[in-house]
């Protein structure tokens, strides 16, 4: 899937996460975290299994966490990617 | 002595699903049932993302334990369609479909939601439904929408829309909703489903709450759809049966145990037939114990 726009999604409240996704030539992930200092590196696997499950190659992805869930996470994420494509989402290969 | 499982639905917590937090942590506050929403808390530019994270919380460990109901939006909107398929898929209990004014409404949405538990090998009919009547047309036709499906677990109404379809607003003893409660709660009660009361929206306003709460169980409501994990405990204890109730409904359940024992087809106690509505009502008594505690007076 590529990556076409620029979108995001999410807000800065507590328990939950902006994400800023935008075409990039290549992967790169920068994140930001009230919790980062325990939980950074849980936070970029969701990052990164997303991607892969999206089969993304190539993003600038932007993470401000302020101790979402992995579950709220992966749904941020999930939003960015569609909002960021022009290919609509099929449940049948997401859930 | 055994209580039947009865499945108790005193409280039905709404949960906007643009709201990550609330997402994140409601089912720590034990309400009877969770209902995410996606319809009316939620803004048009956010239905994406409310979706997903409904979808994403609905397969989380957290809700394993808890009966979850997705308020979903209309399939005449650009939303239902998606909604269905991202609740349907990720393993929500219950559906709510939104203002439901007639049986037609139940079996289109019921269509589409057989469709998609086909596609993803849910078994046909595990996903439940529940109708929110919101019109006076949906108050005219409530019998016919709950005969419309077994999916049905209950009928709900949604007062807000219905006032304002009325030309009147609500007030703090619930006159202009007498007609549509009572109706909606004998349709269900025909049908063999339950009834869900309105949201009180006022969470500061425990008083008119309580007096509201009381006058749905009057009535003979299951629950009510609440706003705030604030009320859930107001309205659980409001549920529990006293120590009087609970004493008869053991002396009813034993008497009946022992009939089954005996093989005899008669049930008494203290020389009174018990017949099974009273069973039943001892059953539902002990598991309203059971969940919410014994009520002082």
Known sequence: ?95 | METANIKLRRSMLFVPGSNAAMISNSFIYKPDSVMFDLEDSVALREKDSARMLVSQALQHPFYKDIEKVVRVNALDSDFGVDDLNAVVRSGTDVVRLPKTDSAQDVLDMEKVIEDIEKDCNREVGSTKMLAAVESALGILNAKEIAFSSPRLIGIALGAEDYVKDLKTERSPDGIELLFARSTILHAARAAGIMAFDTVFSDANDEETFLKEAALIKQLGFDGKSLVNPRQIELLHNLYAPTQKEVDFAKKVIEASDEAVQKGSGVVSLNGKMVDAPIIERAQLVLQRAKLSGVREL
């Open chain 1, 1 to 95: 899937m590529e990556i076409t726009k620029e979108a995001v999604v999410g807000t800065l409240e507590s328990s939950d996460a902006m994400i800023q996704i935008a075409p990039c030539g290549e992967i790169d992930i920068t994140i930001s975290s009230s919790v980062g200092a325990q939980f950074k590196e849980a936070i970029e696997k969701v990052i990164q299994d997303t991607l892969e499950e999206f089969k993304i190659k190539k993003a600038k992805i932007v993470v401000k966490d302020k101790g979402a869930l992995d579950c709220v996470l992966r749904a941020r994420m999930i939003t960015a990617i569609t909002r960021s494509t022009n290919e609509k989402i099929e449940w049948k290969q997401l859930i």
